[in-house]
């Protein structure tokens, strides 16, 4: 099993919450890394947004996806 710095939890993050907050993110974890078959744990802005929703809070995610010299090649924009 991964420790939490492998899998992408950052530990200080986890260590800034209240006890609370922390069993949510736990839980959270637990069922990302259950359904992907012990796979993948969730990212420090996807508890950030979890703990968001728990709280009732709005929540922003931005994400970008990655394609190869996407932009370099004159595809961006609405050309799509």
Not at 35 to 59: F, I
Request: aromatic fraction near 8%; include cysteine.
């Amino acid at each position: 099993m991964q420790s939490i710095g492998q899998a992408g939890m950052r530990k200080d993050f986890l260590d800034s919450l209240d006890i609370g907050d922390q069993v949510i993110c736990f839980r959270a974890s637990l069922i990302c890394y259950g359904v992907t078959g012990s796979t993948q744990v969730p990212w420090e802005m996807q508890l950030r947004a979890v703990l968001a929703d728990q709280h009732r809070k709005d929540c922003l995610v931005a994400a970008v996806m990655q394609l190869e010299n996407w932009a370099l090649q004159g595809m961006a924009g609405n050309e799509y």
